[in-house]
């Protein structure tokens, strides 16, 4: 019982210090945008999934993980193609882009700055599309 418990216990402080350094180190993204002028939102990842709306509460579902996703910045970012492998535009109520977010490899890229991303990044944003593809 003694050993099932200091194993617990350190895996515990081991969680623990993990999830202390990577809120340390990953900031979330702040869009420029505000949440009620958005009235249409692009995703596209390439062979994966693509979604276009105009639903209020598909586009604050997406504005919502777009907040929540966490990244890094490093000054060694390297992008390997031109063309992104996945975008998100957000247009306003001409169909103008108000704002965007290009994502190469796991490099996303917003108002000309780099951040790197954790690989699980596009899998729950290809979920996302799927549920809302879904939806409509």
């Given at each position: ?9 350190i ?23 505000n ?7 692009k ?54 882009v ?8 796991y ?16 899998s ?13």
């Open positions: 019982m003694n050993k099932l418990l200091i194993a617990f216990c895996v515990l402080i081991v969680s623990l210090i993990i999830w202390f350094a990577y809120t340390i180190f990953t900031v979330k993204m702040l869009l420029d945008t949440d009620e002028s958005v009235v249409a939102v995703v596209f990842i390439i062979d994966r999934a693509d979604v276009y709306t105009k639903d209020k509460g598909s586009i604050l579902k997406i504005i919502k993980y777009l907040k929540n996703i966490r990244y890094y910045k490093s000054e060694n970012l390297e992008i390997y193609s031109r063309t992104p492998d996945a975008y998100i535009y957000l247009y306003d109520k001409d169909e103008k108000i704002d965007r977010i290009k994502f190469h490899g490099v996303a890229v917003y108002k000309k700055n780099k951040y790197g991303m954790i690989p699980f990044t596009y729950g944003l290809e979920k996302l599309c799927n549920r809302l593809n879904e939806k409509q």
